[in-house]
């Protein structure tokens, strides 16, 4: 039987509408002048989100001083964090914390993505899915590539047949490289013209016989 490994942003949540305000809150307090008259939007967001967060903040915010990214892009995600804990409104895609429940019943499931370090945690504390998430990785904690980090946590699971499930071609390149197959999340932020799978919703997990 394989176990399932999730991406989470256009997979399990969209939080781009609510990460677009806190970023444009941090570029705005940040005074960098290049920057000004920057106006980051959840449509920016959503062809962003998936990439490690250098890459991230390398189109963001361009060929500014590198220790000064480096300090915006941290404190970016200090508001983002911030803001997703205050916020009230449920970000999730329906039925994605009723489908991971049923599948926690008879697959182990875990989590990577190319977030920050932290994030998460806390997608799983707004989620109520701590107690089903048997292990994760991210890019903030390691440094390491989605590919890598799917390797990485695979290994020490002692995992042998798993399937991604993401919504971007940057997924599902990475579940290539990791030598595993790929559910694609028709519903987020991407396009992938020959998955293994294809989902309109997180419900059609259940129809699926992994």
């Not at 049923?102 to 997608?123: R, T």
């Not at 990785?137 to 590539?145: K, R, V």
Request: overall charge negative.
């Amino acid at each position: 039987m394989a176990e399932l490994i999730f991406d989470i942003d256009g997979t399990l949540w969209n939080t781009t509408g609510v990460v677009a305000g806190a970023w444009n809150e941090a570029v705005a307090a940040s005074g960098v002048e290049e920057l000004k008259g920057l106006h980051i939007t959840a449509d920016m967001l959503k062809k962003e989100f998936g990439k490690p967060m250098d890459e991230i903040a390398d189109d963001l915010f361009g060929p500014i001083d590198p220790v000064k990214k480096a300090q915006l892009l941290e404190f970016c995600c200090k508001l983002e964090h911030e803001a997703i804990l205050n916020n009230t409104e449920d970000l999730a895609y329906e039925g994605m914390r009723e489908t991971l429940h049923k599948l926690a019943k008879s697959h182990k499931l875990y989590i990577v993505s190319n977030c920050q370090d932290g994030y998460i945690e806390l997608v799983m504390e707004k989620n109520g899915l701590t107690d089903i998430i048997s292990d994760y990785e991210c890019f903030g904690h390691t440094g390491l590539f989605k590919a890598e980090n799917i390797r990485l946590l695979m290994d020490r699971n002692g995992i042998k047949d798993a399937y991604y499930i993401g919504d971007t071609m940057g997924d599902y390149d990475s579940s290539v490289k990791a030598g595993v197959k790929f559910v694609f999340a028709s519903y987020g932020f991407g396009e992938v013209p020959a998955p293994d799978f294809t989902i309109d919703s997180p419900a059609e997990l259940l129809e699926i016989e992994f």
